[in-house]
C-alpha cells in the first residue's frame, strides 16, 4: 500500500522566517495531496491541498509544490508567526481513488519570537 | 467552515467490554471515513463507508471493529471486545465527493481502554 515519509520531524525557525516540511510517496496513481495542522488536543484541521494535476497553489503565506516525477510534495511557510506552531501532517490519498489518505509521521513546527 | 461532531470526547472502559463511537457528519457529506491516532502519532486509516457499504479497510480494522449508519443517523464505530491496544483518539472525518475531495475531521474520542 501506500507510503509516505515526511521530514523533518521537528522544525524550529525564527518568527518571520520561512519554514519547509517535505514529503515523498510511493504510489504513482496517488491524485490528492492535502496538509493539515494539528494543535495539541484538537482535530486536524485541513490548511491546504493540491491535486495531482497542479505543480504550484498558494494561499496567503502558505505555498504547497508537488513533483509528480519525483513523486514529491512539500509545503513552506513564508514570514512564519507564533501561531504557526503546530504538528502539520502530509498525506496522499489512494490511488484506487477510495478516499483512502496516508499521512506522513507529522512534523512538529516551533516558531521562536 | 464545515463541521463533524463526534460523541464521546473521551470513553475509559474495561478490557472485553463494548464501546460505540458516534459520529455526527457534516450534513451533506456521503462519505465517511475512521481514523485511528495514538498519542504522537499520525492518523491512520481505519475504514471508509458510503450508501451503508464498507468500502474499504485496513488491516487495523480487527474483526472486532464494525461500522454502520443506520437511517441517516450517527455513523458509529463498534469495537466488541475492546483490547488494550484500541486504546488512541478515534477521528470520524467526512467528505462530499469520493476520491481527490477535502476530509473534514471532527474533534476526535479519546478511548482509554483499562
Redesign the interface.
Known sequence: GEQVEQLPSILRVQEGSSASINCSYEDSAS??F?W?KQEPG?????II?I??NMERKQIQELIVLLDKKAKRFSLHITDTQPGDSAMY?CAA??G???????????TILRVHP | GPK?LQIPSHQIIDMGQMVTLNCDPVSNHL?F?W?KQILG?????LV?FYNGKV??K?KLFKDQFSVERPDGSYFTLKIQPTALEDSAVY?CAS?LA???????????TRLTVL
Request: hydrophobic share 25%; proline share 6%; no cysteine.
Open positions: 491524485n490528492y492535502p493539515y484538537e482535530n486536524p484541521k485541513l491541498d491535486r495531482s501532517f490519498s489512494s484506487a481513488n477510495t478516499g483512502k489518505l496516508t499521512f506522513g509521521h507529522g | 463533524v462519505y471515513y481514523y502519532q499520525q492518523m491512520e486509516f471508509n468500502m474499504e485496513s477521528f467528505s469520493w476520491g481527490a475531495d477535502e476530509q473534514y475531521f471532527g474533534p476526535g
